[in-house]
């Protein structure tokens, strides 16, 4: 039992783009930093799951990073000297970020569980507790990747690793890789590992590309899927099967060299490869799940926010609002779980949780 208790009206769980942005706004209402919410963040450092992105993810191969409320980036990261590394540019940004704005952030604060303590929410750390009167769920995905469960997996000899392991493709230099996934990183993996040695490429469904680039009609067209979704308390699902992968000159490129060359998925994992249900096989050293992320929401388990599918049921404005407990606001999740997204969303949840917990 932790001694210390501290009280806030908000604690913002996470500071990453959805954490920053709702912060910046509770500051912008008014409230007072440190007293009336604070943040509490698991990483060490400022850059939210950005700075564990894998080295060869750069400015210029990252879909686009939206500048936060209020600043540029460009204000904090000189790019113009070259290709900027995403894990090392966008923390530098986020931190000057962080102190312009003088957000009351602790770190490294891991929330173990939330619950109900006398109508208020109490906060377990692994430092100290905080009890507080609303909460702004910024947590991300990155923490929890999805690795889904074939047969024969523990009897692989091999090396298997999820996209939040990846570094760099020159690690499976004179190995063949059997890449798992259908999205963005999956694509993004094949392509660099592809380049070094043999891949095999397995997807469940047959992926969708499209030509040329998203047209913000299907960025708004896709958002507003999920946020249909949401609102209706399904599991949010992906942007990208929504949209279908943008065919870049690098996808084309690889498509040219012919890795793009898609297997449909294996039925289970052998000692030294993967076989499909008609008995063929492929050997290979290593599999790469690229199977995406869930989001971060174990610690909320004892509110019981989720319906009995998995989903959870949201309101408000632009769907941040929990519908069971209007005391909770999840940001970054669902129709914000984008950097343009988390943006608006932490602005929406900022001003509907300050007004409902009558602080403004
Ligand atoms: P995060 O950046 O993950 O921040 C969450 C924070 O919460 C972290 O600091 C984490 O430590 C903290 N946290 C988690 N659990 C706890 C806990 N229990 N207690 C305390 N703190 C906790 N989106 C785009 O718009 N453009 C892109 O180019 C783009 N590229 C992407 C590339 C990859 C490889 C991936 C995986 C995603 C990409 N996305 C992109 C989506 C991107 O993740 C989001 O847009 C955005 O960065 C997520 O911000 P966030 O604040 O929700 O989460």
């Not at 009351?104 to 430092?127: A, M, N, Q, S």
């Amino acid at each position: 039992q932790a001694s210390a208790v501290f009280r806030a009206d908000i604690v913002v769980i996470g500071a990453g783009q959805a954490g920053l942005s709702s912060a910046y706004h509770l500051g912008r209402l008014g409230l007072a930093a440190g007293r009336q919410f604070v943040v509490l963040d698991r990483n060490p450092t400022p850059g939210g799951a950005w700075q564990h992105r894998w080295p060869s993810l750069t400015l210029s191969t990252v879909n686009r990073v939206h500048d936060l409320p209020g600043m540029q980036f460009s204000e904090a990261v000189d790019t113009s000297a070259g290709e900027a590394r995403a894990s090392e540019a966008v923390p530098q940004y986020f931190a000057s970020y962080e102190r312009r704005y003088r957000l009351p952030i602790y770190r490294p604060v891991t929330v173990k569980v939330v619950c109900e303590r006398f109508g208020r929410l109490r906060i377990e750390t692994d430092h100290e507790a905080f009890s507080a009167r609303g909460i702004i769920n910024a947590t991300g995905t990155w923490e929890t990747p999805n690795v889904p469960v074939y047969p024969g997996s523990e009897l692989f000899k091999g090396r298997q690793l999820h996209t939040r392991d990846y570094r760099t493709a020159e690690e499976f230099a004179g190995k063949h890789v059997v890449i798992v996934g259908g999205g963005i990183s999956a694509l993004q993996h094949l392509d660099e590992i592809s380049k070094v040695v043999d891949t095999t490429w397995v997807t469940r469904s047959e992926p969708r590309f499209r030509e040329g680039s998203f047209t913000p009609e299907d960025g708004r067209a896709a958002v507003a899927l999920v946020e249909d979704r949401v609102r209706r308390g399904l599991i949010p699902g992906s942007v990208v099967s929504v949209t279908g992968i943008p065919l870049t000159p690098a996808l084309q490129a690889a498509r040219d060299r012919g890795a793009l060359k898609r297997l449909p998925m294996f039925s289970e994992i052998t000692e030294d490869g993967v076989r499909w249900p008609d008995g063929s096989e492929q050997k290979a050293d290593v599999i790469l799940w690229a199977t995406g992320f869930r989001s971060s929401l174990d610690h909320l388990g004892p509110l019981g926010l989720r319906e009995d599918n998995g989903g959870i049921v949201m309101t408000g404005r632009l769907a941040t609002q929990v519908k069971k407990d209007p005391r909770i606001h999840l940001v970054g999740y669902g129709p914000s779980a984008s950097t343009i997204g988390a943006n608006r969303a932490g602005s929406a949840a900022a001003r509907e949780l300050a007004t409902f917990l009558g602080l403004i």
